[in-house]
T-cell receptor, first 115, second 113 residues
Framework: DVKVTQSSRYLVKRTGEKVFLECVQDMDHENMFWYRQDPGLGLRLIYFSYDVKMKEKGDIPEGYSVSREKKERFSLILESASTNQTSMYLC??????????????FGNGTRLTVT | KQEVTQIPAALSVPEGENLVLNCSFTDSAIYNLQWFRQDPGKGLTSLLLIQSSQREQTSGRLNASLDKSSGRSTLYIAASQPGDSATYLCAVRMETSGSRLTFGEGTQLTVNP
């Protein structure tokens, strides 16, 4: 079974802090994604990566950056946390190749509160 | 821009009932559609994936259908159980969007014993 592991289930940070959310997958997936999920807004894509050191902006990249130094690890960085970044953050991964159907596999999420 | 809508937002049924969850999308040029389940406070678990060339997929008590031309998919759950209580989300991948999915907001299902 695919395992996508997010390092923290709950985080509480102060406004202005630099925050790192870590995600690791064990299936040699090329694609990795960061979403945030908010009531009434659903899942929104922040950033994704289809290869090491490659990244592409999603729908809401402002205030975030990412790092993919190794294939299995994808980090989301909040350079200066703000209260409007309080949310549930979900990491996902998938194969790149179209013929494999590209099922998305999600981690359990990190609930971040910025005070 | 693709929009994905799920109706109803919430559904409560007695145990044993067969039920249908609906998903509609505005742009029919999809590559595939995926149904997910999300338990409270957890991530999403992929249930079924239907390619655009397929009409349906089945897994146990779950059956997902796709009518690409009308922009609709349904998730049928047979003989519902309390353990089926969760939020169900659908997501579409466009032919031109690469790896990106567009999600609906989900239907929150409660199955009462």
């Amino acid at each position: 079974d695919v395992k996508v592991t997010q390092s923290s289930r709950y985080l509480v940070k102060r406004t202005g802090e630099k925050v790192f959310l870590e995600c690791v997958q064990d299936m040699d997936h090329e694609n990795m994604f960061w979403y945030r999920q908010d009531p009434g807004l659903g899942l929104r894509l922040i950033y994704f990566s289809y290869d090491v050191k490659m990244k592409e902006k999603g729908d809401i990249p402002e205030g975030y950056s990412v790092s993919r130094e190794k294939k299995e690890r994808f980090s989301l960085i909040l350079e200066s946390a703000s209260t409007n970044q309080t949310s549930m953050y979900l990491c996902a991964s998938s194969f790149l190749h179209l013929r494999l159907g590209q099922k998305l596999h999600f981690g359990n999420g990190t609930r971040l509160t910025v005070t | 821009k693709q929009e994905v809508t799920q109706i109803p937002a919430a559904l409560s049924v007695p145990e044993g009932e067969n039920l249908v969850l609906n998903c509609s999308f505005t742009d029919s040029a999809i590559y595939n559609l995926q149904w997910f389940r999300q338990d409270p406070g957890k991530g999403l678990t992929s249930l079924l994936l239907i390619q655009s060339s397929q009409r349906e997929q089945t897994s146990g008590r779950l059956n997902a259908s796709l009518d690409k031309s009308s922009g609709r998919s349904t998730l049928y759950i047979a003989a519902s159980q309390p353990g089926d209580s969760a939020t169900y989300l659908c997501a579409v991948r466009m032919e031109t969007s690469g790896s990106r999915l567009t999600f609906g907001e989900g239907t929150q299902l409660t199955v009462n014993p």
